[in-house]
């Protein structure tokens, strides 16, 4: 199962947006909305950011939001902040053998 | 407080085996899916293996098919990867993680993670 496309980095200023994407086929990202991020800083673990597209945990701030547009999931950070400095990554629900598949990584970088 | 602690990673020789454990807490444990994500040094995240809630349905990336066991105990509040075959390409820190929503799997996200466990294969 081949991982989803992302960029490899991502950069703004503070108080900007920016917008991550994640392409995969009709057989994950396009057929399901089962699309989720994580932020993982340095060291430590991943961290749920969205699910289900577009849906936040709690306590997860609403600067993060999710979107879908055919096989292209997104995630938009609005209002950067220096604690957004992180690698993201994006996973969804595959039809594959394999259930779950992964995004390469994007490094957000905040000028 | 929700937890998630593994433990079991080491050294090993290609060829060799190892067993990982995650002990949960905080949580009623039998009502959600687990698994288990891996990255490489300096590499992005790799989804391994997960267990449904009540153990009856297990998946495996293909590159551990095979080589790997998921199972868990109900009973103890516990998570295990048994890895055996071990190579070089397994090196990597191993995260265990719960599924999002109770009754589910782990592919509608992971909403709490262990610290992970560093698994090195070398001669």
């Known amino acids: 199962q081949s991982a989803l496309t992302q960029p490899a980095s991502v950069s703004g200023s503070p108080g900007q947006s920016i917008t991550i994407s994640c392409t995969g086929t009709?057989?994950?990202?396009?057929?399901?909305?089962?699309v989720s991020w994580y932020q993982q800083h340095p060291g430590k673990a991943p961290k749920l950011m969205i699910y289900?597209?577009?849906n936040r945990p709690s306590g997860i701030s609403n600067r993060f939001s999710g979107s879908k547009s055919g096989n292209t999931a997104s995630l938009t950070i609005s209002g950067l902040q220096a604690e957004d400095e992180a690698d993201y990554y994006c996973?969804?629900?595959?039809?594959?053998?394999?259930?779950?598949?992964f995004g390469g990584g994007t490094k957000v970088t905040v000028l | 407080e929700v937890q998630l602690v593994e433990s079991g990673g080491g050294s090993v020789q290609p060829g060799g085996s190892l067993r990982l454990s995650c002990a949960a807490s905080?949580?009623?444990?039998?009502?959600?899916?687990l698994g288990w994500v891996r990255q490489a040094p300096g590499k992005g995240l790799e989804w391994v293996s997960s267990?449904?809630?009540?153990?009856?349905?297990?998946h495996y990336a293909d590159s551990v098919k095979g080589r790997f066991t998921i199972s868990r105990d109900n009973s103890e509040n516990t998570l295990y990867l048994q890895m055996s075959s071990l190579r070089a390409e397994d090196t990597a820190v191993y995260y265990c993680?719960?599924?999002?929503?109770?009754?589910?799997?782990?592919?509608?996200?992971?909403?709490?993670w262990g610290q992970g466990t560093t698994v090195t294969v070398s001669s």
């Open positions: 993680a719960k599924g999002n929503l109770p009754t589910g799997g782990t592919a509608r996200g992971m909403d709490v």
């Open positions: 905080g949580f009623t444990f039998s009502n959600y899916g």
């Open positions: 267990i449904r809630h009540s153990g009856g349905t297990t």
């Open positions: 009709s057989s994950d990202v396009g057929g399901y909305n089962f």
């Open positions: 289900d597209v577009t």
């Open positions: 996973s969804s629900y595959t039809s594959s053998s394999t259930p779950v598949v």
